[in-house]
C-alpha cells in the first residue's frame, strides 16, 4: 500500500509480484500523461513532467514507455488523454479507514468500480470529510534501514537546507516524514548526500492507528485492500491499520 507492501506475506507468488509491478508502472506512466498534458513535453521546461519522468525511471519503466506516455499524454499522437484526480472514503472492519485516491479518463466507471469492490469485500463507502480527517497530507520518504541510521539521515537533511518531522524505523524501512510541500527539499538533500532511497511520494498518512488484533478482521481488511489496489484507476490506497505480526503469521498458516 501506498508504495511500500508493508503486509507481503509468504504466500505472494511470482504472478501477484508481476501484476503488482505492471500497476505499479501504469502508475508512473499516468503521472507522466498527467504532466505532459498540463505543461507540455519539454523536460527542461516543465519541471512536474521531469519529476513524474525520474520516478519512472528510478522505479525501472522502460524508456519506450515513458518516451510514448510523454508524447501522448503532450497530444502529439492524435490521442486525448484527460484524467481526474478522485478520493474516495472508505470505513472497513473494526474501526479501519481507507482513502482510496484514482485517477480516471471515466469517472462513472472509477466510481462503479470501487463501489462494487467495497460492498463485495467487508467496506462501506464513506460521507465525504467522515474519514479523511483522521488523514493528513504529508511527504514520505521510504530507504532500506541497512547502512543507515536516524541520526545520519537527519543531519544530511538537515544539511541540505530541508525539514523533516520525523525519522523513524519500520522493520527494515527508514520512513522520513515532513509536509507535503517540503517532500522535494528532503529528496535532494538525500540526492546532495549520496543517499539512495526506494521513493518520495506525498501520502495521506493517518493520525492513530487502528490495530487489527483477530485474524478475521485482519483477512477482510487485506482481501479489501487486493481488490481496491487491483482496479486500475486506483493509484494508491492509505489506511490507518496496524496488523501486529503474531496476526499476519496466523494468516499465513490458513
Known amino acids: 500500500m501506498a508504495g511500500h507492501s508493508k503486509w507481503a506475506t509468504t504466500k505472494h507468488k511470482k504472478a501477484a509480484l508481476d501484476a503488482k509491478r505492471a500497476k505499479a508502472f501504469a502508475k508512473y506512466i499516468k503521472g507522466i500523461e498527467v504532466a505532459a498534458r498540463a505543461g507540455g513535453p519539454d523536460l527542461a521546461g516543465n519541471p512536474a513532467l521531469d519529476l513524474a519522468v525520474s520516478k519512472a525511471k528510478k522505479n525501472s519503466v522502460p524508456n519506450d514507455n515513458i518516451d510514448r506516455a510523454i508524447k501522448r499524454g503532450a497530444g502529439l499522437t492524435g490521442e486525448v488523454v484527460d484524467y481526474t484526480e478522485i478520493m474516495y472514503e472508505v470505513r472497513g472492519p473494526s474501526g479501519s479507514a481507507l482513502m482510496v485516491e484514482c485517477l480516471t ?7 462503479s468500480d470501487v463501489r462494487v469492490a467495497v460492498t463485495r469485500n467487508g467496506g462501506t463507502l464513506a460521507d465525504s470529510g467522515s474519514v479523511a480527517f483522521l488523514f493528513a497530507r504529508k511527504g514520505v520518504v521510504r530507504l532500506p534501514a541497512e547502512g543507515n541510521t536516524e541520526d545520519g539521515l537527519l543531519e544530511a537533511i538537515l544539511e541540505g537546507g530541508a525539514d523533516a518531522e520525523e525519522v523513524q524505523q519500520d522493520g527494515d524501512v527508514f520512513e522520513i516524514v515532513s509536509e507535503a510541500s517540503d517532500l522535494r527539499a528532503v529528496a535532494e538533500a538525500l540526492d546532495a548526500a549520496g543517499i539512495e532511497y526506494e521513493s518520495d511520494e506525498a501520502e495521506f498518512l493517518p493520525s492513530m492507528k487502528v490495530e487489527l488484533e483477530d485474524a478475521k478482521s485482519a483477512a477482510t481488511f487485506l482481501k479489501l485492500v487486493d481488490a481496491l489496489e487491483e482496479l486500475d484507476d486506483v ?14 503469521a496466523e494468516l499465513d498458516e490458513d
Open 105 to 111: 479518463d471515466n469517472k462513472n466507471r472509477a466510481a
Open 235 to 248: 493509484q494508491n490506497v492509505y489506511s490507518n491499520v496496524d496488523i501486529p505480526e503474531s496476526v499476519l
